[in-house]
């Protein structure tokens, strides 16, 4: 929206009218949705490091270094596929997580099974893009700024 010369405040005052907002506080989560719930969470937590920190069955609730992860269980329905290439999907939303050694991280990820889309090493970051095991598509970034 700013760069249209709108703030998402602005826009919604603007559509809204003066007296009303949305009042955003932060971010809650971002959420893939998952198959096999299970097989989910052990990737998530074995392989990316990350912790649970709560637990239904249709959802799991993952903590990453300040940002909670959702993974909602699809009740075993295929997850949608969807245009992606080396630089990562072409719609919707893509977790960029942190990483400090990318190789290392690389490996891990190999030795796990994992589908590895592309790597790319640019001015303002290096950066490795792959699936989990239902084709949700994430990044790892060790970032130059």
């Known amino acids: 929206m700013e760069r249209f010369g709108l703030s998402l405040v602005g826009f919604c005052q603007q559509v809204l009218g003066e007296k009303e907002s949305i009042m955003i506080s932060g971010v809650h989560d971002f959420y893939y ?35 909670m992860v959702g993974l909602h269980w699809s009740e075993g329905a295929d997850i949608p596929t969807f245009p992606r290439d080396f630089h990562g999907a072409f719609c919707g939303g893509t977790l ?50």
């Open 33 to 67: 949705n998952v198959k096999y719930m299970k097989r989910a969470v052990k990737f998530y937590t074995e392989v990316l490091n990350m912790k649970v920190s709560h637990e239904t069955e249709h959802w799991t609730s993952l903590y990453c270094e300040g940002v």
């Open 96 to 145: 960029t997580l942190s990483s400090n050694d990318l190789p290392g991280d690389r490996k891990i990820l190999e030795k796990a099974g994992i589908k590895i889309l592309g790597e790319m090493d640019a001015s303002w970051g290096h950066m490795l893009i792959f699936e989990d095991l239902d084709g949700n598509v994430l990044k790892l970034q060790h970032a130059k700024y």
